[in-house]
Structure formats: structure tokens, C-alpha cells
């Protein structure tokens, strides 16, 4: 079945490094959604990037989408402690399948 | 506040038992996804129903069912329950049939199995 890796599983940085969470699909993806969980929280939306080398911004917050659609990753710069929490990739490879597969996530901690 | 509304937010229970999630979608929003996170395994995906109809099933085991009823809103039916059952379980709700817009999360069910 479709599965979708994301590394690392843990980072910490110190406030004002940079950070990025890597995610790659065994198989060619539709869209790829990203979630932030914030401790003891819900997953809450971030963005979906759908075409190939897709790149989108927010603010200081810059999601990839690869050629080949099988990868993706979210790039955070100059982090600050509200970027705390858990970052889910999720990807569908659309069609006939409704399946939206996340990666076990990557759990960002910063240290003021 | 995500409009998804989920209850009972903590549930004990013993094994054997059996349980019931509710969920209700955000206003308008005719898609229901259930979700298990648990520590080792992450987001998994369960099931999904779309206006009334199952949708989409994911790693959902056979003593789990689920159904979505004419007002939209969802029950997860959770039988035999095992230790390895405690998780936080997710709904969450979107405008399409699948998942190619934005989804909403409800704020989880932590089940206890004891």
C-alpha cells in the first residue's frame, strides 16, 4: 500500500534557527497536504500543493513539491517558539482514491 | 474552533466494552473522516463517508464501524475494545468528496481502554 516517509522524527533548534521536515511517497501523489499539530492539540490545515515543483510561501513558512510529486517539504526560517508542535505530511494519489495517507510526522521543539 | 464537534472528549472504558464517538461536521461540509493517532503509529485513517455513503476505508479493523446519518453527523462504533485500542481518535470534515481540499479536525476523543 501507499506509504508516506517523513524525517526527521524529531528536531530542536533554538529560536531563530532554521528548520525543515523532508516527507517522500513510495508512490506518485495527487496533492499533498501539510498539518501542524500543536501539543495536546488538533491538526490544523497548513496548505496543499498540487502541481509538480509547486512552491508556496507563508510567511516564513516555504512548502515544496517535488517533480516527480513523490516528495515534498516544509521549510521554516528564523523559527520562534509558537512553531512548536508537529508537522504532518499527507499525501493522496487521487483518482478513484480518496485514501489521505500521513507520514508519522515531525515534532519541532524550540528553545527560546 | 474548527465547527467539527466531537464527544465525548475522554472516554475510560474496559476491555470488552464497547463505545460509541460521535461527530458532528462543520456546517455544510458533507465528507466524515475518522482518524486513530496513537504514539507509535501516527494519523491513521479509518474510514470516510460522503453525504451517507462509506467513501473510503483505510486500516480500520473489523470490530470498528462507522456510519454518517441523513443530518451528516458521524458515529464511530468501537466493539470488543483491547488495550492496544486506547488512542486519540480524530473526526474531521471537509466540503468534497475527497481529499483534495482543506480538511477540518475536531478537537479528538482520548479513549482509555483499561
Known sequence: ??????????????????????????????????????????????????????????????????????NSSLHITATQTTDVGTYFCAGSRGGSNYKLTFGKGTLLTVNP | DSGVTQTPKHLITATGQRVTLRCSPRSGDLSVYWYQQSLDQGLQFLIQYYNGEERAK?????????????????????????????????????????????????QGTRLTVV
Not at chain 1, 498540487?50 to 510567511?59: A, F, I, L
Not at chain 2, 483505510?58 to 458521524?74: T, V
Not at chain 2, 471537509?94 to 482543506?102: K, N
Open chain 2, 58 to 106: 483505510g486500516n480500520i479493523l473489523e470490530r470498528f464501524s462507522a456510519q454518517q446519518f441523513p443530518d451528516l453527523h458521524s458515529e464511530l462504533n468501537l466493539s470488543s475494545l483491547e488495550l492496544g485500542d486506547s488512542a486519540l481518535y480524530f473526526c474531521a470534515s471537509s466540503v468534497d468528496r475527497g481529499p483534495w481540499t482543506e480538511a477540518f479536525f475536531g
Open chain 1, 1 to 70: 500500500g501507499q506509504q508516506v516517509m517523513q524525517i526527521p522524527q524529531y528536531q530542536h533548534v533554538q529560536e531563530g534557527e532554521d528548520f525543515t521536515t523532508y516527507c517522500n511517497s513510495s508512490t506518485t501523489l495527487s496533492n499533498i497536504q501539510w498539518y501542524k499539530q500543536r501539543p495536546g492539540g488538533h491538526p490544523v490545515f497548513l496548505i496543499q500543493l498540487v502541481k509538480s515543483g509547486e512552491v508556496k510561501k507563508q510567511k516564513r513558512l516555504t512548502f515544496q513539491f517535488g517533480e516527480a510529486k513523490k
